[in-house]
């Protein structure tokens, strides 16, 4: 863990991709660390063995858990979406989910929002709201 400004930040590799700091406890849950121990390297995910978790893993891993919790079948996109959506659901302005998110373009993150047919949020909704209100 080191600093980011004032705040905590986990330094953490995407594979492609720049190594990049984020929050602790901002990118999964349970919180970093939960996961990480006392380590201060090597992959953040790992099996018992200690070997880095494999995405075929870390898939059926998802799966499995899903399962078990009830919610039918589940993937790990359908974690990252659901991070996304919550996040606009919470009123994090576009652009830094977007960044959370990694995507180049904002409207891949748009996408997201879309899914979620929230009419309370759609314009028209928002006029004919204000015009009967005053």
């Not at 996109?77 to 990694?102: E, K, N, S, T, Y």
């Not at 979620?116 to 015009?131: G, I, M, T």
């Amino acid at each position: 863990m080191g600093r980011c400004g004032r705040r905590s930040a986990v330094g953490a590799h995407v594979r492609g991709q720049q190594a990049r700091g984020h929050p602790p406890g901002s990118e999964g849950s349970p919180d970093d660390r939960l996961v990480i121990g006392e380590r201060s390297e090597g992959p953040i995910l790992r099996r018992r063995d200690g070997v880095r978790l494999d995405r075929r893993t870390a898939h059926r891993w998802v799966r499995s858990i899903g399962k078990k919790a009830g919610l039918g079948v589940v993937y790990p996109h359908m974690l990252r979406a659901a991070f996304i959506m919550a996040a606009l659901d919470a009123g994090v302005p576009l652009r830094d989910v977007q960044i959370a998110a990694r995507h180049a373009d904002p409207r891949t993150t748009t996408v997201y929002d879309h899914r979620r047919e929230n009419f309370d949020r759609h314009a028209a909704y928002v006029v004919v709201a204000f015009v009967a209100g005053g």
